[in-house]
Nanobody, 122 residues
Framework: QVQLVESGGGLVQAGGSLRLSCAAS????????MGWFRQAPGKEREFVAA????????YYADSVKGRFTISRDNAKNTVYLQMNSLKPEDTAVYYC???????????????WGQGTQVTVSS
């Protein structure tokens, strides 16, 4: 069982930056691939970024490529999402997720956090 808790969301102006964190419980964090997803009001949840268990591989949605960076610190059981050059369309609730399988851009993850709100004003 893995419990995930996101933090770091907030209100930021367009062009600004935020760093989200996702702290995981359990001693097997390093064996899970991790992902970030987001859901805007009235829209379906969408993939943002994923990282392999080792951190050696990452994958991004086209909409955030070059602006967002996913990383992890297995010693701290934490995955991060650094978000730069934020746009109003990045406004959403951001969720982290964990899977015991390979990282994926689909929503086939085993565990999900409760989400953190990110609001980008124009």
């Amino acid at each position: 069982q893995v419990q995930l808790v996101e933090s770091g969301g907030g209100l930021v102006q367009a062009g600004g930056s935020l760093r989200l964190s996702c702290a995981a419980s359990g001693r097997t964090f390093s064996s899970y691939a991790m992902g970030w997803f987001r859901q805007a009001p009235g829209k379906e949840r969408e993939f943002v970024a994923a990282i392999s268990w080792s951190g050696g591989s990452t994958y991004y949605a086209d909409s955030v490529k070059g602006r967002f960076t996913i990383s992890r610190d297995n010693a701290k059981n934490t995955v991060y999402l650094q978000m730069n050059s934020l746009k109003p369309e990045d406004t959403a609730v951001y969720y982290c997720a964990a899977t015991a399988d390979s990282m994926t851009f689909t929503d086939e993850y085993d565990y999900w956090g409760q989400g953190t709100q990110v609001t980008v004003s124009s």
